[in-house]
């Protein structure tokens, strides 16, 4: 079954350290939520082989789900997993482009060569930034009634773990798995209006996995570990290229979503969908050549909000093929086609 207690915990960093176990190391951060304190646990190495996780720091991340952060009261959010709102779901939310995660040794001598080093970086200059704001998106563990807090000795215990992608597990931990309820970090820095995203995830995780269950999709064969496709894997054969989300004219629009064939071979789009960020579909039908494009206009209940949104194309069997964000500012201007 899916995370118990998932949600976002927002608050100030006051502390950090690395932790050195061998087993199972995490980086260690230190939360003031108003009157409670918090430690997030961040994992910088997997149990499982291969150990190094794989990783991707945005430094000027860009995604509608910033919007609806700083409105939410410092300490402990439960989040519903679903679409639609700050729930986190590293495939059909379409925070990041996979093949940009590479992989990180957990510790090493020297500066800025491992994940410990990208982690502390940020979370030092959250320390020390006083507005700044520590978004983290997990799993909460507590409050430890006359127990404190086994690193940072604050009482009673409280925390939140599981700040990585929580579904396409392996066993023994599918019993984790579940869809929009993965973990990441982020960082609100309110004086330079920058956004920072920490995306983790393991190398034995699945990319492709049930709409409901969160488990390896079983259209997916040898998916392989680590960022790239395995070869049953349909990611980017068609790429979602524009986007007419604020058509000129009043309400309703004719909203458009411009696709392109990458691949060297015609493909059947027969069956394929594009969705929109509440999962609402439209189905499409024909053929696509390679290199060509193809405007696809969508129905009025398929629709590209100007408060920022998604968009995912997905094949006859479901899997993800693309996948796109776009934000309100992106949005702002009338008649224009955003470019992915």
Not at 29 to 37: F, N, R, S, T, W
Not at 176 to 205: E, R
Not at 230 to 259: C, F, K, M, S, W
Not at 277 to 299: D, E, F, W, Y
């Amino acid at each position: 079954m899916p995370l118990k207690h998932y949600g976002v915990l927002k608050g100030k960093a006051i502390g950090a350290k690395r932790e050195d176990e061998p087993k199972s190391p995490h980086y260690q951060v230190h939360i003031q939520a108003g009157a409670v304190q918090y430690r997030i646990a961040v994992n910088v190495k997997s149990q499982l082989s291969p150990s190094e996780l794989l990783f991707l720091l945005d430094d000027d991340f860009q995604h509608s789900i910033t919007a609806a952060l700083p409105g939410l009261p410092v300490g402990f959010t439960p989040l519903r997993s679903q679409p639609g709102g700050p729930a986190l779901d590293f495939i059909r939310g379409n925070l990041f482009n996979r093949l940009d995660m590479r992989l990180l040794p957990p510790n090493l001598p020297g500066p800025n060569n491992d994940l410990s080093d990208q982690i502390e970086h940020y979370v030092d200059r959250a320390i020390q930034e006083p507005d700044a704001q520590i978004y983290a998106f997990g799993q909460r563990w507590g409050p430890e009634e006359q127990v404190p807090d086994k690193v940072f000795r604050f009482s009673p215990g409280n925390g939140i773990h599981d700040i990585h992608m929580n579904q396409g597990n392996v066993p023994p931990h599918t019993a984790d798995d579940g869809v929009w309820q993965d973990g990441a970090l982020m960082f609100a820095f309110p004086g330079s209006h920058q956004w920072v995203a920490v995306f983790l995830a393991f190398q034995s995780q699945a990319w492709h996995t049930d709409d409901r269950t969160g488990h390896t999709s079983p259209d997916v064969s040898n998916p392989g570990p680590g960022p790239q496709p395995g070869p049953t894997e349909p990611d980017h054969l068609v790429r979602i290229v524009g986007a007419l989300v604020n058509p000129v004219g009043p309400a309703p629009e004719q909203e458009t979503v411009t696709l392109i064939n990458a691949s060297p071979a015609p493909v059947d789009l027969n069956g394929w969908k594009i969705a929109d960020r509440l999962k609402k579909t439209h189905t499409l039908s024909g053929a696509i050549n390679p290199g060509a494009t193809l405007v696809i206009t969508l129905p009025q209940d398929v629709q590209l909000g100007n408060k920022g949104g998604i968009i995912t194309l997905l094949n006859n069997k479901g899997l993800k093929v693309d996948g796109v964000s776009y934000t309100a500012q992106e949005a702002q201007k009338e008649g224009w086609t955003i470019v992915f």
